[in-house]
């Protein structure tokens, strides 16, 4: 089940490459954050719930600044969070 929502974080962090700006490394932040606090509960359901609860609204934040945006908008968006120390962390820690 960890490692469910582990993916589930990385899934997340491939998907807020869609945020745009300087925000593109806030997201980033925000999802190694995410990532790091799942991989800390050991399975605990009730842990998990209330991760995702804290971090819903910056979720949405992330999610939202994607859309509207072209293929090629979003694919800038993406090359620009690989340059984000929080998305190299998160590629080691999820050994991508």
Known sequence: MKKLF???AVMSAMFLASCGG???????DMALSVAKEMKDIGGDMEKMAEIQEKYKADMEKCEKLGEGKSDEELKAMEEEMKGCASAKELEEMMGM
């Open 6 to 8: 582990v993916s589930a």
């Open 22 to 28: 300087s925000e593109v490394c806030d997201c980033s």
